[in-house]
């Protein structure tokens, strides 16, 4: 069965650079036609997607954040990372990696991220 | 970019009814690519529904999934302790995704 785990800091800075990684065991990242991608949960509030990577290594992002975000992947670790800059703190979440085809079938147990000086 | 909303907000039930939630999209969307998801406290999102109406494994029956166009409903034929959650429903389009707000369903 397919795990996905989240992992990186859990306190970031306001204006830096938010990194997380979601590693995929039991399962290849290059095999299948799917999309590799992010979501959150900000407190009290409900998902928001913020960008996904596709097998073949496109990235599509949330059209509201497009500007600060970026996914990469790296294969031969099978992981795949989001970079989120310019935080604030309207972007403390919990943070969950995810695979999909046109829905979400495996998720990661979610990492919380707080802004916060 | 299409905007999913959905009804009610909130949803207070005792166990053994009936839910109906609801999901519209701004525009209309493929059944195909319509999911719902539970979510508990603490807890990610857990896939029930995907194209529409078709149940994720090992999903229970009474758990369905309806719709067309830019309206669609999870129903829950009776409800479980367990069922009491945040629900999610979900499109896909042009390689982009999005949610919709959520509609808690709570014990009355």
């Known amino acids: 069965q397919l795990q996905m785990q989240e992992s990186g800091p859990g306190l970031v800075k306001p204006s830096e650079t938010l990194s997380l990684t979601c590693t995929v065991s039991?399962?290849?990242?290059?095999?299948?036609?799917?999309?590799w991608g992010w979501i959150r949960r900000p407190p009290g509030k409900g998902l928001e997607w913020l960008g996904s990577?596709?097998?073949?290594?496109?990235?599509f992002y949330n059209p509201s954040l497009k500007s600060r975000v970026t996914i990469s992947v790296d294969t031969s670790k099978n992981q795949f990372s989001l970079y989120l800059n310019s935080v604030t703190a309207a972007d403390t979440a919990v943070y969950y990696c995810?695979?999909?085809?046109?829905?979400?079938?495996?998720w990661g147990q979610g990492i919380l991220v707080t802004v916060s000086s | 970019e299409i905007v999913l909303t959905q009804s009610p907000g909130t949803l207070s039930l005792s166990p053994g009814e009936r839910a109906t939630l609801s999901c519209r999209a701004s525009?209309?969307?493929?059944?195909?690519?319509i999911a719902w998801y539970q979510q508990n406290p603490g807890q990610a999102p857990r896939l029930l529904i995907y194209?529409?109406?078709s149940r994720a494994t090992g999903i229970p029956d009474r758990f369905s999934g309806s719709g067309s166009g830019t309206d669609f409903t999870l129903t829950i034929s009776r409800l479980e302790p367990e069922d009491f959650a945040v629900y999610y429903c979900?499109?896909?389009?042009?390689?982009?995704?999005?949610f919709g707000g959520g509609t808690k369903v709570e014990i009355k």
């Open positions: 525009q209309s969307v493929r059944s195909s690519y």
């Open positions: 990577i596709y097998y073949s290594g496109g990235t």
């Open positions: 995810a695979r999909a085809d046109y829905a979400f079938d495996y």
């Open positions: 194209g529409a109406s």
């Open positions: 979900q499109q896909y389009g042009n390689s982009l995704f999005a």
């Open positions: 039991a399962g290849s990242i290059s095999s299948g036609s799917y999309y």
